[in-house]
């Protein structure tokens, strides 16, 4: 698979999630993981998401910007790691606010507080079972009968 190939997958696999796990580093040096909606997937691995100007977590991704970005839904896990940019663009932010958003977020997309955290990806490992849930149940059975592996495709992307 080359990069390219890698790449549109990894976004492919990214489209069909709406929420993220986004880790990073605190202020006392602790991984802390929280839900993160995404609003958008990049070609190339690239995440985008809402936050608040005056969290904890967009402060401590001003002075740590390392990040890891996890998918997990029906047979389908993304790890996403990059590096983290506090990103002030109304614009953007218009674009990308819907009603999901505004259950979680304040004064819409002109408050002052409301800013992106785009995601610049590295790397990232994905994990693909074929099938809906009746093939993943029968890749299991046939692993577990044969001894063999779950059949699925698993690899490693630089993006």
């Given at each position: 698979?080359?990069?390219k ?5 990894v976004?492919e696999?990214?489209k069909g ?9 605190d ?5 802390v ?15 985008w998401?809402?936050a608040?100007?005056?969290s904890?977590k967009?402060?401590?991704l001003?002075?740590?910007?390392k990040v890891?970005?996890a998918?997990?839904g029906k ?5 996403v790691a990059?590096t ?12 990308y ?5 505004d259950a979680?977020?304040q ?6 507080n409301?800013?992106?955290i785009?995601v610049?990806?590295?790397t990232?490992e ?11 149940v029968?890749n299991f059975?046939?692993?577990k009968a044969?001894g063999s592996r779950i059949e ?6 630089d993006?």
């Amino acid at each position: 698979m080359t990069d390219k190939d890698g790449a549109a997958k990894v976004t492919e696999l990214i489209k069909g999630q709406k929420v993220a796990m986004l880790t990073h580093v605190d202020g006392t040096g602790r991984l802390v993981a929280q839900p993160m909606a995404t609003q958008d997937v990049d070609f190339g691995g690239d995440v985008w998401f809402i936050a608040e100007r005056n969290s904890a977590k967009v402060a401590d991704l001003r002075v740590n910007p390392k990040v890891n970005v996890a998918y997990s839904g029906k047979g389908t896990w993304v790890s996403v790691a990059g590096t983290a940019e506090v990103v002030d663009d109304v614009d953007r932010l218009r674009e990308y606010w819907d009603s999901f958003t505004d259950a979680w977020m304040q004064g819409g997309p002109e408050n002052p507080n409301n800013i992106l955290i785009h995601v610049v990806a590295d790397t990232a490992e994905y994990w693909d079972t074929p099938g809906g849930a009746v093939t993943q149940v029968a890749n299991f059975v046939k692993a577990k009968a044969t001894g063999s592996r779950i059949e699925g495709d698993n690899e490693v992307v630089d993006l």
